[in-house]
């Protein structure tokens, strides 16, 4: 009932606000736009969302997104107003999550049938997904689901990790052979010696990083670790294929190994310095201007430099495995992973959040919030093929790419959903076409545009046509997906957890840094004694449990 006498409050409000407005001569106008707030923990942004997207809400919702994102404390600070916002998309469905579940500050979807009546879209295709949600908290409630939903178990999605590298410097260096980290190293340093200097005029560099999104860990060093079959989580790292976990700070682990490497290039001239300090915009910026020369990100690397001005140059980034490398990839997840799209329990437009949500789980919502608006940006073919449109592909080469048409305006990439979560996985099928998947780069219409020199040099080397083509012929691990979710922490213990995190983090960045071996040494040292201090044990024990469970899970999944 709760939904109810809310909504009586709040026509009560608006009869009394709309009296009072008459007998002054003044009123609201009709069909003025309602602002919601959106609380991301993914968000980079705060602020109105602008640009398309703004658009699209506008006209189809009449709506208007506030991105509040979450910046330090703003959890807390917004569970004491007693107000997490309208929309709200968490970073897991554990800590946060629960906590906001435990104290009523969610909506509970199935009162008043709420998405029966306004989530039809949702309640039909995503059943695993809500059903795994109703398991993470004591009460049974639904809540909501998480993201990346696949509708199938079948395969694995499309390789997140790459090792991107500067294909024409390759080129002119006779394609050496790179067997591990340490050549990558040797590598590096030969490309720029060929190229110093960026488009720009800048000086040249191997990698450029940022510490935006680093959590219990530095980002780029955890994640360096997925060339190997690891996953990065807690404070450590799972091997997918021992279905092991192994703590970030333990000698000879994955974690300092990475760690090292990145000294390695710092220490060799080869990590921009600014990359302590810099935000993910400002390292996007030195992939775009060829500031950089390898990632193992291909939203950073590939999907940023190769503009159809550097390709029409004969300058691109393609995948390159290292000798070593067996990379991991994800398992398709019918139950939705971590991230997790809620309602705020406060807010007076349950049905239109809801509204949004399942408009954004339909096809048309997944294609637009991924490539823009349908018929300006991609439609489909009259078999059924998805297509770019010539805006649309010019977008996909280049963000900064200026949304013309139907009454839109600003860049392709200021345009796109600051929300920074997606519902279906890239790599899941679109029902609405003919066989095709979410992925543009798997589109039939799309690859038939790929016929740069460039790149055909490239499939020439590697002798496959895509780059998950040529990492599936490689060795690699693909993690199993499950409805398994990890805990929630104790208050005892994530009181540890936060002091031993910020220890890791702070001081990786600190041996990252270090100009000589030896200070290298005895920064990790200093490191891991001062993590143990603080409880680095007890947060391993915590997630060798969760290690146990998970695999569990995997082995349950797998014996189907």
Known sequence: MKRIKKTVAVLLVMILSLSTLSAAGCGKKKGEPITLDVYSQTANYSG?????????MLDKFNVKLKIIKDDEGMFTTRMESGNLGDIIFFNNDTQDYITAADNDMLM????????ADFGSDIKENLPKALEKNRTRTDSGKLYGFGYDVASTAVDHQTYFYHSDIRWDLYQQLDYPKVGSLSDLVDLLAEMKKIC??????????????FKDWDDDMVMNVKATAALYGYDEWGIGLYDCNTQTWQGCLDDGGMYLKCLKFYNDLYRNDLLDPDSMTQTQEDAGEDYLNGSAFWSLFTFMASLVYNTEEHVDAGKAMYALALEDQNTITYGLNIYGSSHVWTIGSSTQYPELCMKIINWLATPEGTMTMNYGPQGLCWDYDKDKKIVLTELG?????????????????????????????SIWSIDASNPDSNGETYNFQNWASYQATQNYEILKDWRSFTGFTTPDEYLDSRAHTVAVATPYS???RDDELDV??????QTIRDESWKAIYAETEDEYSNIVEGMQQKAIEYGYDKCCEFMQEQAANRKAAEDEVLAK
């Open 486 to 488: 990890q805990d929630s």
């Open 108 to 115: 509970d979807w199935e009162e008043d049938d709420l998405l």
């Open 48 to 56: 109105e969302q602008i640009g398309w997207f703004a658009k699209v």
């Open 196 to 209: 110093p200097t960026s488009d720009t005029g800048s000086e040249t560099y191997g990698v450029s990083m």
């Open 496 to 501: 540890i957890w936060q002091q031993v995190t």
């Open 393 to 421: 592909l010019a977008c996909r080469n280049n963000g900064k790419t200026e949304m013309v048409g139907d009454g839109y305006s600003g860049t392709y990439i200021d345009g796109t959903s600051q929300i920074n979560g």
